[in-house]
C-alpha cells in the first residue's frame, strides 16, 4: 500500500472567549507514573459520503479546548518531577492519499502495513497525532496514536468521543475531570499489599527469559473471531463449577481459555511458570468513585499458575485464578499503592516501574498480557458520517501482548488480535475453538 504524504501541521485548542493561561502544568500521578511511556496507535477506517476535512480538524480543535492536556508537552518542574506542560502547543494532524480503493488494500488483522497509515510513534513530542488518508473510493483512515503517559484507554476513547461530538456540533458530555491531585497517601500509610515485583521492580535485578530461538521478525498478529454463540458455550463451561454464585464473566471465560489455548501452542514445559497481567480500571472501584476521571487510573492484576496445572485442570480453574486475581484489585489495594507510590518508592531509589521494564521487551515468553476494549466507546466516534466499520490496534508486534476488542459486526461477537512466533501459530490455530 503506497501512502502519499499531503499537508501536514500543527492542530491547536479553540477556546470560546478568553483562552487560558499556557504557563500553567500539572503533575504526573502516582498512576501515570506507572504506565507505559509510549504513544498506543489505533485505526478507524469509514465509509464515503465523509466529512469535509475543515469540519474534522475543527472538531479536533474544539476537543482539545476541554481535552487540553493532549495539546501539552511533558516536561519536568523544578524537582525535576515530571508533568505535563498546558503550553497549547498542539498536535501532529497529517492529510495523505491512497490512489486505490480501501478493500483492495485494508488488512483486516495488525501487519506492518497499518504502519504507514498513522505517523511514526518514534521521536514524538507531540501527545497526539491524527494521520487522515484518503482513498480513490471516497473511503476514509484516521489513524490516531496518543502517548499513555497522558491517558488510559478509558480517557482516551472518551476524548474521541467527544471529537466526534463537536464535528456534529454537539456539546461535549460527559465532560472530564481533569485534577491529578486527588489521590493524596494516608497518614500514616496503611501498606496492605506488596506491591515490588508488581507495579514496581528493582532495577538490579535483571529479568531472565528463557532461551528462545525465534526473533522478533518471526512474531506474526492472528485474528480470531469468536462468535456469541461459541462465547455463551464458553461462559457455561467457564461456570459450570460455579454451583448457585454467580457466573464468571465472558470477559473472564475467554481469557481463561485464551491463556491455556496459547500455553498449549507454545509447548510450554510442564513445571513452568505463566501469568497473565490484566490491567483494572480504578474508576468505580475506589471509594469514592470518579467515573470521568481523565488521566491513567488503572493497576494490574497478575494471575499465574503451573502450566501443568493451568492444562491439566478443567477450564473452571483458570476462569477463577483470572476472577480472583481481578476482584482482589479493590479500593483498598488501589489505596495502598498510592501510599506505596508516595512514600516507600522515595526511600527505595532502586524501584522502577514494572511497565516501563516491560516496555522494552518484544518477547513476553512463558507470560501474557491482555488489553480489553471490549468496554471502550471506541466505535461512537462519529463525524457527521456514522460510526466506523473498522476499528483495530495498528501493528504492535510483541509476542504474547493480546487485544480483546468488539466485533465491528457490533453483535456482541468478539474479535481477539494474538501475536505468537510462526512456529506455535497453526497449533494454536488448531485448538482457539476447542472447548475440550
Same mark, same amino acid.
Given at each position: 500500500?503506497?501512502?502519499?504524504?499531503?499537508?501536514?501541521?500543527?492542530?491547536?485548542?479553540?477556546?470560546?472567549?478568553?483562552?487560558?493561561?499556557?504557563?500553567?502544568?500539572?503533575?504526573? /500521578?502516582?498512576? +501515570?507514573?506507572?504506565?507505559?511511556?509510549?504513544?498506543?496507535?489505533?485505526?478507524?477506517?469509514?465509509?464515503?459520503?465523509?466529512?469535509?476535512?475543515?469540519?474534522?480538524?475543527?472538531?479536533?480543535?474544539?476537543?482539545?479546548?476541554?481535552?487540553?492536556? !493532549?495539546?501539552?508537552?511533558?516536561?519536568?518542574?523544578?524537582?525535576?518531577?515530571?508533568?505535563?506542560?498546558?503550553?497549547?502547543?498542539?498536535?501532529?494532524?497529517?492529510?495523505?492519499?491512497?490512489?486505490?480503493?480501501? +478493500?483492495?488494500?485494508? $488488512?483486516?488483522?495488525?501487519?506492518?502495513?497499518?504502519?504507514?497509515?498513522?505517523?511514526?510513534?518514534?521521536?514524538?513530542?507531540?501527545?497526539?497525532?491524527?494521520?487522515?488518508?484518503?482513498?480513490?473510493?471516497?473511503?476514509?483512515?484516521?489513524?490516531?496514536?496518543?502517548?499513555?503517559?497522558?491517558?488510559?484507554?478509558?480517557?482516551?476513547?472518551?476524548?474521541?468521543?467527544? !471529537?466526534?461530538?463537536?464535528?456534529?456540533?454537539?456539546?461535549? /458530555?460527559?465532560?472530564?475531570?481533569?485534577?491529578?491531585?486527588?489521590?493524596?497517601?494516608?497518614?500514616?500509610?496503611?501498606?496492605?499489599?506488596?506491591?515490588?515485583?508488581?507495579?514496581?521492580?528493582?532495577?538490579?535485578?535483571?529479568?531472565?527469559?528463557?532461551?528462545?530461538?525465534?526473533?522478533?521478525? +518471526?512474531?506474526?498478529?492472528?485474528?480470531?473471531?469468536?462468535?456469541?454463540?461459541?462465547?455463551?458455550?464458553?461462559?457455561?463451561?467457564?461456570?459450570?463449577?460455579?454451583?448457585?454464585?454467580?457466573?464468571?464473566?465472558?470477559?473472564?471465560?475467554?481469557?481463561?481459555?485464551?491463556?491455556?489455548?496459547?500455553?498449549?501452542?507454545?509447548?510450554?514445559?510442564?513445571?513452568?511458570?505463566?501469568?497473565?497481567?490484566?490491567?483494572?480500571?480504578?474508576?468505580?472501584?475506589?471509594?469514592?468513585?470518579?467515573?470521568?476521571?481523565?488521566?491513567?487510573?488503572?493497576?494490574?492484576?497478575?494471575?499465574?499458575?503451573?502450566?501443568?496445572?493451568?492444562?491439566?485442570?478443567?477450564?473452571?480453574?483458570?476462569?477463577?485464578?483470572?476472577?480472583?486475581?481481578?476482584?482482589?484489585?479493590?479500593?483498598?489495594?488501589?489505596?495502598?499503592?498510592?501510599?506505596?507510590?508516595?512514600?516507600?518508592?522515595?526511600?527505595?531509589?532502586?524501584?522502577?516501574?514494572?511497565?516501563?521494564? +516491560?516496555?522494552?521487551?518484544?518477547?513476553?515468553?512463558?507470560?501474557?498480557?491482555?488489553?480489553?476494549?471490549?468496554?471502550?466507546?471506541?466505535?461512537?466516534?462519529?463525524?457527521?458520517?456514522?460510526?466506523?466499520?473498522?476499528?483495530?490496534?495498528?501493528?504492535?508486534?510483541?509476542?504474547?501482548?493480546?487485544?480483546?476488542?468488539?466485533?465491528?459486526?457490533?453483535?456482541?461477537?468478539?474479535?481477539?488480535?494474538? $501475536?505468537?512466533?510462526?512456529?506455535?501459530?497453526?497449533?494454536?490455530?488448531?485448538?482457539?475453538?476447542?472447548?475440550?
Amino acid at each position: 500500500m503506497k501512502v502519499k504524504i499531503g499537508r501536514s501541521r500543527i492542530i491547536q485548542p479553540l477556546y470560546e472567549g478568553t483562552p487560558p493561561t499556557i504557563t500553567n502544568h500539572i503533575p504526573l /500521578s502516582v498512576f +501515570d507514573k506507572v504506565t507505559y511511556d509510549q504513544h498506543v496507535a489505533v485505526i478507524y477506517a469509514y465509509r464515503p459520503p465523509i466529512p469535509p476535512t475543515v469540519t474534522i480538524e475543527l472538531g479536533l480543535q474544539k476537543a482539545l479546548a476541554e481535552y487540553r492536556e !493532549w495539546a501539552g508537552r511533558l516536561g519536568k518542574d523544578d524537582n525535576a518531577d515530571p508533568i505535563i506542560l498546558l503550553n497549547d502547543e498542539g498536535v501532529k494532524f497529517v492529510e495523505a492519499s491512497v490512489d486505490r480503493s480501501l +478493500d483492495q488494500v485494508m $488488512p483486516f488483522r495488525p501487519s506492518a502495513s497499518l504502519l504507514s497509515l498513522h505517523p511514526s510513534l518514534e521521536g514524538v513530542v507531540e501527545l497526539v497525532q491524527v494521520q487522515l488518508t484518503t482513498f480513490s473510493c471516497g473511503s476514509l483512515v484516521v489513524g490516531f496514536t496518543a502517548n499513555h503517559l497522558v491517558a488510559d484507554g478509558h480517557s482516551t476513547s472518551n476524548f474521541l468521543v467527544a !471529537w466526534g461530538q463537536a464535528c456534529r456540533g454537539l456539546e461535549i /458530555s460527559p465532560l472530564p475531570f481533569h485534577d491529578r491531585t486527588i489521590f493524596s497517601p494516608r497518614d500514616p500509610p496503611i501498606l496492605e499489599f506488596e506491591h515490588r515485583g508488581f507495579e514496581y521492580i528493582n532495577k538490579k535485578l535483571k529479568k531472565v527469559y528463557p532461551l528462545i530461538h525465534n526473533g522478533v521478525d +518471526d512474531i506474526v498478529a492472528h485474528k480470531v473471531h469468536y462468535s456469541t454463540a461459541f462465547l455463551a458455550k464458553l461462559k457455561a463451561k467457564a461456570s459450570s463449577l460455579n454451583g448457585n454464585n454467580k457466573p464468571f464473566s465472558t470477559f473472564e471465560s475467554l481469557l481463561a481459555h485464551l491463556w491455556r489455548s496459547i500455553t498449549r501452542a507454545r509447548g510450554l514445559s510442564e513445571h513452568e511458570v505463566t501469568q497473565v497481567r490484566i490491567s483494572v480500571d480504578g474508576r468505580h472501584r475506589l471509594n469514592p468513585k470518579v467515573p470521568n476521571y481523565f488521566g491513567n487510573l488503572v493497576l494490574w492484576a497478575f494471575p499465574k499458575a503451573k502450566v501443568n496445572d493451568l492444562l491439566n485442570q478443567p477450564l473452571p480453574y483458570a476462569t477463577k485464578l483470572i476472577h480472583d486475581a481481578v476482584t482482589n484489585v479493590n479500593d483498598n489495594y488501589f489505596k495502598s499503592f498510592i501510599d506505596f507510590a508516595n512514600h516507600e518508592v522515595k526511600e527505595e531509589e532502586d524501584l522502577v516501574p514494572n511497565a516501563v521494564a +516491560d516496555t522494552e521487551e518484544s518477547i513476553l515468553w512463558p507470560n501474557l498480557e491482555v488489553d480489553s476494549w471490549l468496554r471502550f466507546p471506541f466505535y461512537e466516534l462519529d463525524f457527521g458520517c456514522g460510526g466506523p466499520y473498522i476499528f483495530m490496534p495498528s501493528f504492535f508486534p510483541t509476542e504474547g501482548m493480546i487485544f480483546l476488542l468488539p466485533s465491528f459486526i457490533q453483535d456482541g461477537s468478539i474479535d481477539v488480535f494474538v $501475536p505468537l512466533f510462526r512456529d506455535n501459530l497453526e497449533t494454536f490455530r488448531q485448538i482457539c475453538y476447542s472447548l475440550d
